[in-house]
């Protein structure tokens, strides 16, 4: 399984994003794909989860996104978004998509997002 992730870019304080993840690969392992999500690193920072979404549709969420972040996925579950609003400086890091499988995770390249003040 490939996640390929894109949508990351430079934004102002205040401003929005869509960060988009799809996976790929082998049909009988992308459709057996858990909770999917995304996880940031920040420079010097550990990384952190974001927000994730299980296969069923429940939601978790950072605390420092919640009610600023939406996670969600396409009908197929293989695609996973992540809607940020009023984005802050300090939302800026290299934000990781990430699946899990059975007896695995995978993670995607990462996708650099910024955010001026």
């Known amino acids: 399984v490939q996640l390929q992730a894109s949508g990351g870019g430079l934004v102002q304080a205040g401003g929005s994003l869509r960060l988009s993840c799809a996976a790929s690969?082998?049909?009988?392992?992308?459709?057996?794909?858990?909770?999917m999500g995304w996880y940031r690193q920040a420079p010097g920072k550990q990384r952190e989860l974001v927000a994730e979404?299980?296969?069923?549709?429940?939601?978790n969420y950072a605390d420092s996104v919640k009610g600023r972040c939406t996670v969600s996925r396409d009908n197929t579950k293989t695609t996973v978004y992540l809607q940020m609003n009023s984005l802050k400086p300090e939302d800026t890091a290299v934000y990781y998509c990430?699946?899990?499988?059975?007896?695995?995770?995978?993670w995607g390249q990462g996708t650099q997002v910024t955010v001026s003040s």
């Open positions: 690969g082998k049909t009988s392992s992308i459709f057996r794909l858990g909770a």
């Open positions: 990430h699946a899990e499988a059975p007896n695995r995770v995978y």
């Open positions: 979404s299980s296969r069923g549709g429940i939601t």
